[in-house]
């Protein structure tokens, strides 16, 4: 189940040490802002930032864990195509190898033609058909399961799509954050 930093409640700050509930609230977060003192204010940036990590550390497993599975899902698809593909493969070479090449080279046997250098025959069809079909397989299993596999693991990256959004309103707030103390 996807969630946001703000989504968790319990995460706030104020609940105890690094967002973990605990018995008492947090002194750092104990009064109004204006009337805090410089320790008190440095303890509740620490604790902010404190949290804040843990709360992007949390994410970050998140999404991997997500990203985990997408990358599974798509390893899984392009695993069942090779595997198809090969099983294909075999096949192709077996049965098209001694059928067709034999049954094409019998029948194409019996077709000569007078030439230069004496009559010839026809009978390499088979070969030439031999080749084509196990190329055709392989066209096959690449267009319909390699390839969307190969495709489909590529959209998992770039990874932490989520993280990094977060991180970026993150910056964004300390430097809005900045600029107010800098007045």
Known sequence: MAFTLRDRPDLDGRHGSNGRAGPEPDPAHGGPLPQA???????RLINDVSDLADRQIELAKQEVGEAKDEAIG?????????GIAAAAGLLVVIWAWTAFIWFFNWVFGFISFPTPLGTQSLA??????????PG?????AYKRYIRPGIS?????????????ETLK????????LRTLRAR
């Open 152 to 164: 489909r693991a590529m959209k998992i990256w770039p990874p932490l799509p989520r993280t990094r």
């Open 124 to 133: 390499w069809v088979g070969w030439l058909l031999g080749v084509l079909l």
């Open 136 to 140: 055709l397989a392989g066209y096959v």
């Open 37 to 43: 003192t410089f320790a008190e204010l440095i303890g």
């Open 74 to 82: 798509a390893v899984k698809r392009l695993a069942i195509g090779a």
């Open 169 to 176: 309103e993150d910056l964004e707030w300390v430097r809005h």
